[in-house]
């Protein structure tokens, strides 16, 4: 090959190489630009994407709560049902097992020939009859009353249909006695403890000539609360603390600026709790609470007042979760107090009648207790058990106190 045409080739060679590189940086700039320029495109889109993605995760968040109150607001109801079945199961078996030995004892009667009559409990003494005057009386029964076939009188109130039988302790003649008499009666047997059955059925005997009187209605209302504490039996007690509820009803309507209306018509909401479920013992501890305030209000140097603000106290500072939860579901707001306002009110109790009672001893012992002031606590049991053991919740309160002196020693 010539050289000259060697170098024709070379030289073709080198400009192609040239040719083909200015291309490729041409091509690389073309691509850097445009990379450039589509980068913050993608970044804005990237921060729309965050963006919403952030906003479905709130939305969703706030889902998820609604959900879960809802959820624990059903898990509350469930609870409460559970707990209200319970309590009727509870009351069931309670009346199941008073009832079967009666069954047997009857039934065992009625085999051998014999038909008894068996009274319901020691409180239901039956008083002798005075000699009749008028035919008339043994047949004519008053509104609330009504002698069955077995000589026993059934009590039955407008709110209950269902009679309940109670020993037939009323005279068929009765001593007409005028209403300042009467009430000062009444009052005198009720100081003394065994005497309480009496009151009660004096007041029965005078019901229809005073039903419209105040004075006399809070007093009958107090006498079915006093008829509660006697008894010994479940049904009865239950009984009574519906009659006497309904009876503090009236009385409260009739005189609403009558702080002892109040009084026993609080007490006798706090006797019908116990038979309750949840929500209903939350409302009458409502009820409770709202007459109680009314009647210090209105009578604010009765002790016996203080020592029941004080027993409310203490309870409301016990309360569980779930009850206080309840409450709040019912009214819009928990119940909050604590030991030391219940404490200050036992106090108030003492400070108004030094010696108040053995109970109000008690609890001024078990506050100081949950507060850790031990010495205080010492003092108190020491003073109630110097106290006369007179009532059923004297005696009660006795023996919790030496259980407290048990626990001070440990």
């Known amino acids: 090959m010539p050289h000259s045409t060697k170098k024709e080739l070379i030289l073709g060679i080198m400009v192609g190489t040239a040719g083909i590189s200015l291309l ?66 509870k009351e069931e078996i309670k009346f199941l097992k008073e009832t079967i030995p009666k069954l047997e004892e009857y039934l065992q009667d009625e085999l051998g020939g014999k038909v008894t009559v068996h009274k319901i409990s020691p409180q239901h ?6 000699p009749t005057t008028a035919p ?23 709110t209950e249909e269902q009679s309940f039988p109670v020993a037939k302790a009323f005279n068929t003649h009765i001593e007409e006695l005028k209403l300042d008499v009467l ?21 029965c ?16 209302t107090r006498a079915y609360g006093d008829m509660y504490d006697l008894s010994t039996n479940t049904q009865e007690k239950k009984h009574y603390a519906n009659i006497g509820k309904t009876l503090g009803e009236r009385a409260i309507t009739r005189a609403p600026m ?29 009820l409770f609470k709202e007459h109680l305030d009314k009647a210090i209000q209105l009578l604010p140097e009765e002790p016996f007042l203080y020592y029941l603000k004080g027993r409310y106290c203490y309870t409301v500072s016990k309360l569980s979760w779930i009850e206080k939860k309840m409450a ?18 036992f106090l108030k109790a003492e400070e108004l009648q030094p010696g108040y009672s053995v109970s109000n ?22 003073l109630a058990l110097l106290l006369p053991i007179v009532t059923k919740e004297d005696k009660e309160s006795h023996k919790e106190v030496k259980k407290i002196i048990c626990s001070l020693k440990r």
């Open 24 to 89: 490729a940086l041409w091509y690389h700039k073309i691509r850097k630009t445009r990379i450039t320029m589509n980068l913050p495109k993608c970044l804005s889109l990237g921060k729309k994407f965050n963006s919403l993605t952030l906003q479905d995760e709130t939305h969703s968040e706030q889902g998820a709560s609604v959900v879960f109150q809802r959820r624990q607001l059903q898990i509350l109801e469930k609870l409460n049902e559970l707990l209200t079945n319970m309590e009727e199961l």
């Open 125 to 130: 003494r039956a008083r002798k009859k005075r």
């Open 136 to 158: 008339s009386a043994a047949t004519n029964n008053s509104s609330e009353e009504a002698e069955s076939e077995g000589g026993y009188i059934t009590a039955n109130t407008d």
């Open 183 to 203: 009430l000062q009666k009444v009052d005198r047997l009720r100081i003394n403890e065994a005497n309480k059955v009496e009151s009660f059925e004096l007041l």
């Open 205 to 220: 005997d005078h019901k229809e000539k005073f039903s419209e009187e105040t004075e006399f209605l809070w007093r009958l």
């Open 258 to 286: 009558n702080g002892q209306c109040h009084l026993w018509y609080a007490i006798l909401c706090g006797y019908v709790s116990e038979f309750e479920g949840l929500q209903n013992k939350i409302n009458c501890g409502h």
């Open 328 to 345: 709040a579901t019912l009214f819009g707001e928990i119940p909050s107090s604590t030991v030391h306002e219940a404490l200050q009110n």
């Open 361 to 382: 001893y008690m609890f001024v012992a078990k506050c100081y207790v949950d507060l850790e002031e031990s010495q205080d606590a010492w003092k108190f049991c020491n």
